[in-house]
């Protein structure tokens, strides 16, 4: 008597489905490293374009209310940073200076910076880091805490151009 085979075999499910469980584990963990690397770059493209804003408002001479700053810039803290205007000509940020809007850093992301303000003076928007005019590039890093992942922010006073590397 002929028995006609209807279906697969339990071997050959067993092989099936292990198949898909490697897949399936193998696309999990190259989706969790693309989300820590989209992570870092949103966050860096955010804090070059609050940069290239502050740039900006130095060159027009943007004032606020009645008053023109001497600049604008960011300063950096554990976790945030924001965007401020330097109102008192020291080209740092202090208590008297006007807080535009603060940033803050998703978790498991800090700022590597040597430097804790950066501001950009009018008229030409000349960069000062800390209170002094440098000609040295200043580099910002973006890193996931306990992880490799990392992007820097490249800024050079010479030219005045913000980047990303």
Not at 41 to 69: C, D, F, H, Y
Not at 134 to 163: A, C, D
């Amino acid at each position: 008597m002929d028995r006609k085979q209807r279906g697969f075999s339990i071997p050959e499910l067993i092989v099936a489905i292990s198949i898909m469980v490697v897949l399936l584990a193998v696309t999990i963990v190259n989706y969790r490293e693309y989300e820590k690397e989209a992570k870092i770059n949103s966050e860096t493209q955010k804090m070059i374009s609050v940069l290239k804003q502050a740039q900006m408002m130095a060159l027009i001479g943007k004032k606020i209310g009645e008053e023109r700053p001497t600049g604008y810039g960011i300063h950096l803290k554990e976790g945030s940073y924001a965007l401020f205007a330097d109102q008192n000509d020291d080209k740092r940020k202090t208590e008297v200076d006007k807080e535009i809007e603060t940033f803050n850093l998703s978790s498991n992301l800090t700022i590597i910076c040597s430097k804790k303000d950066i501001i950009f003076v009018f008229p030409e928007a000349e960069i000062y880091f800390d209170g002094f005019k440098e000609t040295e590039t200043l580099k910002i890093v973006f890193q996931m805490l306990n992880l490799p992942h990392k992007r820097e922010i490249v800024i050079q006073p010479r030219t005045g151009k913000i980047s990303a590397e």
